[in-house]
């Protein structure tokens, strides 16, 4: 049994580590969270440069070609570094979806710029509060052109293009919804930046007025395809969660290692101790969780739709947890803008929410492993 | 990344589970299987019988003790090997219970510290299941804080004199010897006046008496010591060095993987896959999904975790420290599932009668065991310390009796 990533895929973790630790330093996330920037365009071209936008794109589609598990550890490394680019919308989303359901030309028009930074894309679903459900699709698809409004469409603003699910039918059932490819930059789309909980990651609605709109796959197939786009990008997310997770511990332990109170460090009092205990307790769970999703991600198991939804919820917790008790081990100055405690507080509760909430993925891993013991 | 064997681990799994097809005690599999949650019970035999001759079947046929030298009793079997027997032995490996401690402890710490003519003398009927060991650590007065122990030896010519009490001792009326940890000296430090000793338990002096627990069971003893006589030659490392010899001991409790920890989870999601409530099946309540998750990740997680030690077995790796939250999580997750159980049977989720209650008064046992599964092997405070300062390296508690000599220490709290 070797339930572990190879020595190449950890030295690519590696690589990835050292990359974002000199080209994203909490400074440069700092630029995007005070508002200097939408995003870090220099961090975009350099992570091109790296091969790591198109590690799981095809060759043949001008990626690397590597696979999903490679993708996995480059993702624990974003999470990590809270990279402030639009790295989940656009290569487990949009490309994601262009792979599954994209036909070649789309895949020609489009993942070779997705490889090398020059287009980012994203996945327009939700359209207000509540999680993805067919039913909660209004925008619609008549003639080629899309109307209605999307919102939250995570990166929305700085997207060149997106997947956009659409009303097609009138059945109430799933096989209402189709998919669609929209150029944001062309006519009859309008786009607004809105504020959300994480300031270095973007979020806008997007209104389409008789926008064009290319389908993505066959009419009255965009849930089915929706569904395995969101398992996939359950496990690459519960992979940046996992890395925000470890890191909002370290900082957790270090700060509490280094910081005195009562004569001695805080971290000798088992009040903190059992604290950062629980955290890794927390993040060790939601890492073995992950690894399982990863495992099912690259080799398309019929296990995929289960193990994506605890990997989701698994690492969900575990980043919330750790962010939040982060905060708690640094006490005062964990609570001041200075510290960069907050944008792993606020990075956990936006990814929290990004694909669904914690209820949807709970509610679908009980579905889920309801059918396979029936099966 | 896959959970494939390697060639050589193929083989030896198709050799054992061939092994165990042809002679596994097949009558007692069902009783087996449905034993979650440790309390093994056949019907119409004798356990300590059962679990005897099932050892002894092993033993003759070189499967008993695998990770043991050849010459003591074992098969001098790779770690991963280990692993591989008790998946393929499954549910028989509930047998084997009442072995546990002398295997993982006791003969562990035999080996690193008896003589040589002693380990043949001994560890061979211990590997075969002839000859049952206990470990007789914990004292009423020191349980965590195990070095903080009272039990006296005292030299008198080439013996060594033991009075005192031992407490939460597995299996101590059916032990045939044990091993006891006792003071030497205490007019030093507390670790540094301690002593290690095997022992025949039925030496005169030696009496035991079961615990009625919380739950109403007796699992465990009290091990009274009166004017106990034990030859030097039966010391276990340097007089006064009995600490250093424990650690050996607590070790290799720590180093046995694969076994897999109870959760409650699979017997709670059976549960409500078949519990009608007043609006449906409890299943299709989103209030108990929800709950159904939570737990069903942290099972998952515990069981991947473990996947990755045994990966790291078998690149022939040490597997991380990750692997000690499995009795932290489960033990607090099996209290949480056993309540929730009897909460979703509402006011008959109090009735504890197998014809009575739901599953048998599966849960109803389950919740009143569990209190104990948060204690035994280490307090959940303990292990969250062993994780703190072990794995994320902060600093070990604040020791007031460390350089204090162990006679000086206060024995009350409000004098």
């Known amino acids: ?375 | 990344m896959n959970f494939d064997d390697t060639p050589q681990e193929a083989a030896f799994r198709a050799e054992a589970k061939a092994w165990i097809a042809a002679n596994a005690p097949k009558q007692y599999e069902e009783e087996l299987r449905k034993a979650s949650l440790g309390r093994v019970a056949l019907k119409g035999a004798n356990i300590l019988e059962a679990a005897k001759a099932w050892q002894r079947k092993k033993a003759d046929a070189g499967w008993a003790c695998l990770h043991w030298p050849k010459e003591y009793g074992g098969r001098g079997s790779s770690p991963i090997e280990r692993v591989i027997w008790q998946q393929e032995e499954g549910p028989f490996g509930r047998l084997s219970s009442m072995f546990i401690i002398g295997h993982g402890m006791c003969g562990p710490t035999m080996m690193a510290f008896a003589g040589e003519e002693q380990k043949r003398k001994y560890l061979p009927p211990l590997a075969s299941g002839e000859k049952i060991w206990c470990q007789l650590f914990s004292e009423p007065a020191g349980g965590s804080d195990v070095a903080g122990l009272r039990t006296r030896a005292e030299k008198q010519g080439d013996e060594w004199v033991i009075n005192g009490q031992k407490i939460w001792t597995s299996g101590a009326h059916y032990s045939d010897y044990g091993i006891l940890l006792t003071r030497t000296d205490p007019t030093v430090a507390k670790h540094k006046g301690l002593t290690m000793f095997f022992l025949d338990m039925k030496s005169p002096g030696v009496e035991v008496r079961p615990i009625k627990q919380a739950s109403g069971a007796s699992d465990f003893n009290e091990v009274y010591f009166t004017d106990v006589r034990i030859p030097d030659s039966q010391r276990l490392g340097n007089v006064n060095d009995g600490w250093n010899v424990s650690l050996t001991t607590l070790m290799n409790e720590r180093m046995s993987i694969g076994a897999g920890v109870s959760t409650g989870f699979p017997e709670l999601f059976d549960f409500c896959n078949n519990l009608m409530l007043e609006d449906g099946l409890a299943i299709e309540n989103r209030a108990v999904r929800a709950k159904l998750a939570n737990w069903a990740v942290k099972a998952s997680g515990l069981k991947y975790t473990s996947m990755r030690a045994i990966s790291a077995l078998s690149r022939g790796e040490r597997p991380g420290p990750e692997n000690s939250i499995g009795k932290l999580v489960a033990g607090s997750m099996i209290q949480d599932v056993a309540t929730y159980a009897l909460d979703l049977q509402g006011a008959a989720g109090a009735l504890s009668g197998p014809e009575d209650a739901e599953v048998a008064g599966k849960f109803q046992a389950m919740l009143l065991r569990a209190p104990g599964t948060r204690v035994e092997g280490g307090t959940d405070e303990i292990m969250r310390n062993i994780i703190a300062e072990r794995v994320l390296g902060l600093p070990g508690d604040i020791r007031v009796d460390k350089d204090v000599p162990f006679n000086k220490i206060p024995t009350k709290g409000r004098a």
């Not at chain 1, 508002?35 to 975009?44: E, H, I, Q």
């Not at chain 1, 794109?57 to 590597?66: D, K, L």
């Not at chain 1, 999703?293 to 989701?312: D, K, M």
Request: aromatic residues 8%; contains cysteine.
């Open chain 1, 1 to 375: 049994m070797n339930f572990d990533f190879s020595d190449e895929q950890k030295q690519m973790r590696d690589e990835a580590r050292k990359f974002l630790s000199e080209q994203c330093p909490p400074k440069a996330v700092r630029e995007v969270l005070d508002g200097k920037a939408p995003y870090d365009k220099a961090l975009w071209k350099g992570l091109a440069e790296m091969g790591f936008l198109g590690v799981a794109i095809p060759e043949q589609f001008g990626g690397a070609g590597a696979g999903h598990l490679e993708l996995c550890v480059i993702a624990e490394e974003m999470g990590r570094a809270l990279a402030p680019v639009p790295f989940s919308s656009t290569v487990y989303l949009a490309a994601e979806a262009l792979l599954i359901a994209g036909s070649d030309a789309q895949k020609q028009k489009w993942l070779p710029k997705i490889a090398s930074g020059d287009a980012i894309g994203t996945l327009a679903l939700f359209e207000g509060h509540g999680n993805p459900s067919p039913k909660a699709i209004k925008v619609t698809a008549n003639g080629g052109v899309l109307n209605g409004v999307k919102k939250p469409v995570a990166d929305g603003a700085i997207a060149d293009f997106a997947v956009v699910a659409a009303r097609t039918g009138s059945s109430g059932r799933e096989s209402d919804i189709s998919l669609f490819i929209v150029d944001l930059k062309a006519g009859g789309v309008e786009i607004k930046s809105l504020t959300n909980i994480d300031l270095t990651r973007g979020q806008a609605a997007i209104t389409f007025k008789d926008a064009k709109a290319e389908p993505l796959g066959a009419t009255g197939e965009g849930w089915g395809v929706l569904t395995q786009v969101l398992d996939r990008a359950a496990v690459l997310m519960a992979f940046e969660q996992v890395g925000g997770a470890d890191r909002a511990l370290e900082m957790g332990r270090d700060y509490a290692l280094d910081r005195i109170a009562f004569g001695r460090p805080i971290g000798s009092f088992q009040a903190v101790k059992h604290m950062l205990a629980d955290m890794y307790v927390s993040a060790t769970l939601a890492r073995s969780n992950c690894y399982y999703g990863a495992w099912a991600l690259s080799t398309n198991a019929g296990e995929l739709p289960e193990a994506a939804a605890a990997a989701r919820i698994s690492a969900t917790q575990a980043f919330q947890h750790c962010a939040k008790n982060n905060i708690q081990v640094h006490g005062g100055m964990g609570f001041t803008w200075e510290f960069d405690c907050h944008m792993y507080y606020r990075r956990a509760n936006a990814m929290a929410l990004g694909l669904g909430s914690l209820s949807y993925w709970e509610d679908a891993l009980i579905d889920r492993m309801r059918k396979k013991n029936a099966a």
